[in-house]
């Protein structure tokens, strides 16, 4: 587990880290004569939510809590992974199938004596859905959202398998893309924690403040999404996540964050890596104990496709 106090120095560390990865990188490539345009064309290709290009996504994220709980200023850490190959049926049309797979290096729960930080492998979830590009250069999405209870610590296994619809629509513009992708997730089964307003919130669960019930789970989430291409693989970029759960408690219903980051198209070797680094700020979160601030660092090797 990683101890995790001041918030702002962590932020600063992660910044750091990024922009010297970036200037090194960026040093490399002109070094060896590597051609800026493609990177730049991969990026915008990258762009595409529906593009038929292998990724393997390892976000890493920062989160600084807070609300009206005795001791709320908290600080999570998780890395996450979540490969992307999407296997073309046709022009324009591909299917995905997609897990993500959390790992908490320090994540607050709350127990009898207080918040205490925890590290474990978290819940994992997937989805399965078919994308399409239209002439029109808009792009659908439909398919089914899963989230499973697979976290190897009890304080941070979610109380119930979860399924439901998932849907995107998004466009390509002159200067980009812009999304949005909304899911509904429904409890399956009984819930294994009868205390629902027990569970904690985790950077990719949805927040479960509810009454002292056995209700099943019901939360609308997803994720807006915006990318503007710059020059030189340069591109302006963010994709917060937000979530409305439908069994919270009175001002402990709906998290949204406003986002904005940076991403760039480098090289390691001869394989394509996107790094990005992003910033959220919560404009609505949970009242008893949610989310404040996340920083979200990515590092996404681009791989072939195995098919």
Same mark, same amino acid.
């Given at each position: 587990?990683?101890?995790?106090?001041?918030?702002?120095?962590?932020?600063?560390?992660?910044?750091?880290?990024?922009?010297?990865?970036?200037?090194?990188?960026?040093?490399?490539?002109?070094?060896?004569?590597?051609?800026?345009?493609?990177?730049?064309?991969?990026?915008?290709?990258?762009?595409?939510?529906?593009?038929?290009?292998?990724?393997?996504?390892?976000?890493?994220?920062?989160?600084?809590?807070?609300?009206?709980?005795?001791?709320?200023?908290?600080?999570?850490?998780?890395?996450?992974?979540?490969?992307?190959?999407?296997?073309?049926?046709?022009?324009?049309?591909?299917?995905y199938v997609r897990p993500l797979i959390p790992v908490f290096l320090s994540q607050p729960v709350l127990g009898a004596n207080g918040f205490e930080n925890k590290g474990a492998f978290g819940n994992i979830s997937a989805d399965i859905a078919?994308?399409?590009?239209?002439?029109?250069?808009?792009?659908?999405?439909?398919?089914?959202?899963?989230?499973?209870?697979?976290?190897?610590?009890?304080?941070?296994?979610?109380?119930?398998? =979860? *399924?439901?619809?998932?849907?995107? /629509?998004? &466009?390509?513009?002159? @200067? !980009?893309?812009?999304? $949005?992708?909304?899911?509904?997730?429904?409890?399956?089964?009984?819930?294994?924690?009868?205390?629902?307003?027990?569970?904690?919130?985790?950077?990719?669960?949805?927040?479960?403040?509810?009454?002292?019930?056995?209700?099943?789970?019901?939360?609308?989430?997803?994720?807006?999404?915006?990318?503007?291409?710059?020059?030189?693989?340069?591109?302006?970029?963010?994709?917060?996540?937000?979530?409305?759960?439908?069994?919270?408690?009175?001002?402990?219903?709906? =998290? *949204?964050?406003?986002?904005?980051? /940076?991403? &760039?198209?480098?090289? @390691? !070797?001869?394989?394509? $890596?996107?790094?990005?680094?992003?910033?959220?700020?919560?404009?609505?979160?949970?009242?008893?104990?949610?989310?404040?601030?996340?920083?979200?660092?990515?590092?996404?090797p681009v791989v072939p496709l195995p098919w």
């Amino acid at each position: 587990m990683i101890d995790l106090k001041n918030k702002r120095n962590v932020i600063a560390l992660i910044a750091l880290q990024f922009i010297m990865s970036l200037f090194v990188m960026n040093a490399q490539d002109t070094d060896n004569g590597a051609p800026q345009d493609d990177a730049a064309s991969l990026a915008k290709e990258l762009a595409n939510p529906n593009a038929t290009l292998g990724q393997m996504l390892f976000p890493i994220d920062y989160v600084n809590y807070g609300g009206d709980l005795p001791d709320a200023n908290q600080n999570g850490f998780v890395l996450s992974f979540q490969p992307s190959l999407p296997i073309s049926i046709s022009e324009g049309i591909n299917l995905y199938v997609r897990p993500l797979i959390p790992v908490f290096l320090s994540q607050p729960v709350l127990g009898a004596n207080g918040f205490e930080n925890k590290g474990a492998f978290g819940n994992i979830s997937a989805d399965i859905a078919i994308g399409k590009t239209w002439p029109s250069k808009w792009i659908t999405l439909i398919g089914v959202f899963g989230g499973f209870p697979t976290a190897s610590d009890k304080a941070l296994r979610s109380s119930q398998v =979860t *399924l439901g619809p998932e849907i995107m /629509v998004a &466009k390509l513009t002159s @200067f !980009g893309a812009v999304g $949005v992708m909304v899911s509904q997730a429904i409890g399956v089964g009984s819930p294994s924690d009868p205390d629902l307003s027990s569970s904690t919130v985790f950077v990719h669960d949805a927040f479960a403040a509810a009454n002292n019930n056995t209700k099943s789970a019901s939360v609308t989430a997803g994720q807006y999404f915006y990318t503007v291409n710059l020059k030189k693989g340069w591109q302006v970029a963010a994709s917060p996540t937000y979530s409305y759960n439908y069994n919270g408690t009175k001002g402990n219903k709906f =998290t *949204l964050p406003l986002g904005t980051g /940076v991403q &760039k198209v480098l090289k @390691f !070797g001869k394989m394509p $890596v996107r790094m990005g680094l992003q910033y959220w700020y919560y404009v609505a979160s949970p009242d008893a104990f949610g989310p404040k601030h996340q920083v979200r660092f990515t590092f996404a090797p681009v791989v072939p496709l195995p098919w």
